[in-house]
Each structure stands twice: as C-alpha cells, then as structure tokens.
C-alpha cells in the first residue's frame, strides 16, 4: 500500500470519530425531517393496517379460514372486514396530506428564515 492510500485510510478513520459541528444547513435538514417524519410514519403504519385488514377480508371471502375459525357463512363478514380496510387504504392519503400540511404551516416560519439566512451568506 502506497503512502497517498494509506493516508486517505488514516484521514477517513480519523473523521469518523471527530466531533462535528452543527452547520445551519445541518439544522434546516433535521427541521425538514422534523416535518416529514411524522406523516410519513403514520401513512405507512396506517396504510400497512388498512392493507393487512383488507387482505383479513379478501382471505375470508376466498378460502375456508371461516369454516376453520368458526364462522359458518363467512361471505359476509369477509366482505365487510375488506370493504373497511379497503376505506383505510383510500383515506390514507388524505389524512397524510393533512398531517403534512399541518406541520409545515407550524415549521414554515422557521424554516424560511432559516433558508434566507444560509442564501445570503
């Protein structure tokens, strides 16, 4: 190994365990995080809750789970069980929307300033 290789190895061990310091971009990053973060998250649960309902309902309408937990006729209690899961698939993002748009009008200020104040340097 070459002296320059064995250097750049040294130099990118070396900044793995010096501190760094917080730049404004840094902040204006975690403050658009700040704002996704929590839609994101609760389209993906409730996005995953819905499908795994609907799938509940699909599977009793289509096999004899029914007849294996019980249910004599489980056509309609299938049908049911997916139309509501199918309804949390199709608000899903609406409410996402909402959740967004809401944490963006509460960060708004913050980050515009923010943005402005990294341009103009």
Do not use: H, W
Not at 6 to 26: A, G, P
Not at 32 to 54: H, L, Q, T
Not at 77 to 98: F, R
Request: aromatic share 6%.
């Amino acid at each position: 190994m070459d002296n320059n290789s064995q250097n750049f190895m040294v130099e990118k061990i070396r900044t793995q365990y010096m501190e760094k310091e917080n730049t404004e971009l840094d902040v204006l990053r975690a403050l658009d995080a700040k704002v996704n973060r929590p839609a994101n998250i609760f389209a993906y649960v409730f996005g995953s809750i819905g499908a795994i309902i609907m799938g509940s309902g699909m599977s009793l309408v289509m096999t004899d789970i029914g007849e294996t937990i019980g249910i004599g006729d489980s056509m309609v209690p299938g049908i049911i069980i997916g139309v509501i899961g199918m309804v949390m698939a199709i608000i899903n993002y609406p409410i996402y929307k909402n959740i967004l748009s809401s944490r963006k009008k509460k960060y708004a200020d913050e980050i515009i300033k923010l943005s402005d104040k990294i341009m103009k340097k």
